[in-house]
């Protein structure tokens, strides 16, 4: 599987990634093995980026993922995990988290951007995935917190990546233009972006992605398939956008998109994942994986071609027919 390295840095990062938040059982439970094979099967596929945090299952995706990657040449993959939201035990526990996920509810997150709350998450992740080291440290949605995330949790990412204890350092955010303060006001060298760079959204073209080209940093794309409504080759009525129904306006807009993926021989999911990496910023696509399934349907899709042309071709037809932004195809 192709490598792009991250600008500045020598972590090189797979194409396509392993997004762990679905083992950590978000929405639904999956079983040790199942969680396993699907790691397993990425690790078949080429994938060899992997992404996680303390918040997915308060611990439980850090936890699987280090078990499944023990073994392996630590020297072949890169795993990345967050600060920001330290766990703690709740004072009156929960039979089951709040915040999403099928794991019980014994711990709590805080919210916590400083010094001292980084390098405790950091030292946390590091005993939860039983890892030597995190190679990319993200600064997790801090939407609310950018005077201590800027001055604070970016500051001590930096200082430990100078001390060779992480290999690169950023932010990971649903929104783009905060991001590109990141980009251009701190030493970040990467930001993950959720969602603002998909068929359905390009405004990172007017922030994220210019402040990356700019700064020589590194993009990687997450949230491509919009909550879903992306995700499949025909767009249902119940499709979601941004964790909510979809509007009747972005439903149109997806189906129209999909017929003319149709027309060009391919299909919306694979044209979804093609899409942000045709950004010469865009480092990797990475796409939250359940089952053994899933990661073998994803590689699938990374490595999908359409039948009747290039992608350029695709994209400029969208672009004719005003169903990307203006100009969008011509921008990159």
């Not at 001055?151 to 990546?161: Q, S, T």
């Not at 080209?213 to 080759?233: C, T």
Request: aromatic residues 6%.
């Amino acid at each position: 599987m192709p490598r792009r390295r991250i600008p500045r840095t020598s972590v090189e990062l797979t194409s396509l990634g392993f997004g762990a938040s679905l083992i950590g059982n978000l929405y639904r439970a999956v079983d040790d093995e199942t969680a396993r094979a699907a790691v397993d099967a990425a690790w078949g596929a080429g994938v060899r980026y992997f992404d996680t945090a303390p918040h997915y299952g308060l611990g439980l995706s850090e936890r699987r993922l280090g078990e499944a990657l023990r073994g392996r040449p630590r020297e072949e993959f890169v795993v990345s995990t967050k600060v920001g939201r330290l766990l703690e035990p709740r004072e009156v526990p929960l039979e089951r988290d709040d915040d999403g996920f099928d794991v019980p509810g014994d711990l709590g997150r805080r919210s916590d951007y400083s010094r001292d709350g980084v390098l405790r998450s950091v030292e946390a992740s590091l005993e939860r995935t039983g890892l030597d080291r995190i190679d990319v440290l993200y600064v997790h949605d801090p939407d609310d917190h950018w005077e201590q995330a800027s001055r604070e949790a970016v500051p001590a990412l930096v200082e430990l990546r100078e001390q060779g204890v992480v290999g690169a350092v950023g932010v990971g955010m649903n929104q783009s233009s905060m991001l590109a303060r990141f980009l251009r006001e701190t030493d970040v060298d990467v930001v993950m972006l959720a969602g603002r760079f998909t068929l359905l959204d390009q405004r990172a073209l007017d922030d994220v992605l210019p402040a990356a080209v700019e700064q020589e940093r590194a993009v990687v794309a997450v949230g491509v398939f919009n909550s879903g409504i992306l995700a499949r080759d025909v767009v249902p009525d119940d499709a979601r956008y941004d964790y909510a129904q979809a509007p009747p306006d972005l439903l149109a807009r997806a189906r129209a998109i999909a017929a003319v993926c149709a027309e060009h021989g391919t299909t919306l999911p694979a044209a979804a994942v093609a899409f942000p990496l045709r950004h010469p910023a865009v480092v990797d696509v990475t796409l939250g994986m359940r089952t053994a399934d899933q990661v073998q349907r994803n590689a699938e899709l990374l490595g999908a071609v359409p039948s009747s042309g290039t992608w350029g071709d695709l994209w400029s037809d969208l672009d004719a027919r005003g169903l990307v932004r203006p100009g969008s195809a011509d921008r990159l």
